[in-house]
Every structure is written in structure tokens, then in C-alpha cells.
């Protein structure tokens, strides 16, 4: 029988695997579950040029923007919901700094379903009287050869790199979701199952022993993941289920000093270019505060 291999390495390390001008996906939804220590480390490698993939997307996508790492947004929603607007975002758009691709929410999740099944598109058909599709010439109309109705084929999201971020995992690459799960961990599912490069990052790093005893939540099996990261907080100041809540008081900050690139700049300089790893960066958000954030999980 074939040795397991195992898995586990640093952020560093596992960011390497992302190259100037890949296309890359993050998991989680809107400001839920998002991958934040490994969008950090992106950052402090200042990678370019890449492309992010998805269906809504919030301060991920939103640092990115702000540090020069994106070039192209793939997505149906950048923003910080009722924390206000992404503004790193709103500046690249509006001064033409980036190109945004414009999904509806649900059909960019369909782009994984056709990567997923090796298809070149996935076909939908309620797009009729969508101004998406004067705004997104990839989408292209055809006429269904059995009934005749009116389609669409949306092209796959073939994306070179997938990273996601879970509650647990084992040094193997087995990822965990909830029995009782939502959105956030179901696009983990969603934007693994068809990329060849997924990265794991994980709250915990528990056994190959509880992972079989309960082997139907393995959201990504071993063989699926490229490596996986022990990242605790690892999705800071978004959520984790079963893990952490919501830091408002973060989103608050960071709505505010997000706001003209200076001041972002000082954000960058102090929080991740000023800082080694995101472990040096926790030491900023302080032992009581991300206590508080997991305390009655």
C-alpha cells in the first residue's frame, strides 16, 4: 500500500504555489470563512497579476485590490455588507485599475460545477432581461437543440489555485465540514472539487482518527490537497463556524482606514509588511480580543 504523505507545511511555503498571473479562488462567502492569513502572505509576497475567481467576495478581495495584487475580479459582489462599501475596490474600478467580470451570484457558483466536471461551459437559462449580459461578452447565448429555448453557456472558472479555510484538518490534507453547515463552508466544497492545486488552511490540525470517525463531513480529501497550513484566526476578522465570531470592531477600523490610499498604506505597512507571519500579526488584535471572538462557540 501506497504511504500517505504528509502535508503540513508553513504559509510561506504553501503561497509559493501561487504564481504572478494565476488564477486564484478564495472560499468562504461575501464576510464569512474567507482565507485571510493566506491573503496576508500573498501580500507580504507581492504577488501580481492574478485573477480572482469567485462569487462574492469582501476584505479579501478588498486587501488584494489595495496592495497592487489583482489585476482582474471575476465576481458578482465586492463589498463589506453592513460595514459598508469595499473602497480599495471602488478606487481600482472607477480609476480603471482593474477589470471586473460581472456573474450573477448563483451562476458564478454554476463556473465551478462545469471545472468540476471538466466542461468548457455550464449552461444556464434565466438570464433573460439581465444587463449582465451587456456587460460580460464571455457569456455567450445559443439555442438549446431540443426544445429550442433561449440559453447561455458561462464558461468554467478554471482556476489554477484553490484556498480555502476550515475548522479542521488532519497532517494529510483531510479538510472537515460541519454536519450542519451553510454558504460559506459550501463554497469550500464548491471551488475545490475541480482545481488541481488546493490549499488548506486550518484552525486545528486534529487526527487521522477523528477525521474517520466522521469520514462523511471530509469536505477535501487527502489526495485533493496540494498542502495544508495550520493557521488559527486564520480568517480574521471573518468567521469561522464552530471556531470564531465576526470581529465588528475590526471591519469597523478597517472600513474607515481603508478609505484613500494613504491611509491604506499604513494599514498594509503596520499590519502585514510591518509583520513576519500572521501569528505576529494576532499579537496585534491581542489575547483578550480573539479570546472574546471564540468564547460560548
Not at 485590490?65 to 459598508?84: D, P
Not at 497550513?229 to 471556531?243: D, I, K, Q, Y
Request: with cysteine; hydrophobic share 40%.
Amino acid at each position: 500500500m501506497k504511504e500517505r504523505k504528509i502535508k503540513l507545511c508553513g504559509m510561506e511555503e504553501a503561497a509559493r504555489y501561487v504564481e504572478n498571473g494565476m488564477r486564484i479562488a478564495t472560499g468562504g462567502f461575501s464576510v464569512y470563512q474567507k482565507p485571510m492569513a493566506f491573503v496576508h502572505e500573498l501580500i507580504r509576497q507581492k504577488k501580481k497579476n492574478l485573477t480572482l475567481v469567485g462569487s462574492t467576495h469582501s476584505i479579501d478581495a478588498d486587501m488584494l485590490i489595495g496592495a497592487g495584487c489583482l489585476s482582474k475580479i471575476e465576481t458578482s459582489y465586492v463589498g463589506l455588507e453592513k460595514f459598508g462599501l469595499a473602497k480599495n475596490f471602488r478606487r481600482a474600478y472607477e480609476g480603471g485599475e482593474i477589470e471586473v467580470v460581472h456573474y450573477s451570484e448563483m451562476m458564478a457558483w454554476d463556473r465551478f460545477l462545469a471545472e468540476r466536471e471538466r466542461m468548457p461551459f455550464y449552461t444556464v437559462d434565466f438570464l433573460g432581461g439581465s444587463d449582465i449580459l451587456n456587460k460580460n461578452p464571455e457569456i455567450k447565448p445559443f439555442r438549446c437543440p431540443m426544445t429550442g429555448r433561449q440559453m447561455y453557456a458561462v464558461p468554467a472558472a478554471n482556476v489554477d489555485v484553490a484556498i480555502v479555510h476550515v475548522h479542521a484538518a488532519d497532517q494529510y490534507g483531510n479538510a472537515l465540514i460541519q454536519g450542519r453547515h451553510m454558504m460559506p463552508q459550501s463554497m469550500n466544497a464548491a471551488i475545490t472539487r475541480g482545481c488541481e492545486t488546493v490549499i488548506v488552511t486550518a484552525e486545528k490540525i486534529i487526527s487521522n482518527e477523528e477525521i474517520r470517525a466522521q469520514a462523511e463531513n471530509t469536505i477535501v480529501p487527502a489526495f485533493k490537497t496540494t498542502c495544508v497550513v495550520h493557521a488559527p484566526f486564520g480568517s480574521h476578522p471573518t468567521p469561522t463556524l464552530l471556531a470564531s465570531r465576526t470581529d465588528e470592531g475590526f471591519f469597523r477600523y478597517y472600513a474607515d482606514i481603508s478609505g484613500t490610499k494613504e491611509t491604506f498604506q499604513r494599514f498594509l505597512d503596520r499590519y502585514i509588511y510591518g509583520t513576519k507571519s500572521f501569528s505576529e500579526y494576532l499579537q496585534f488584535i491581542g489575547k483578550e480580543k480573539l479570546e472574546e471572538l471564540k468564547r460560548g462557540i
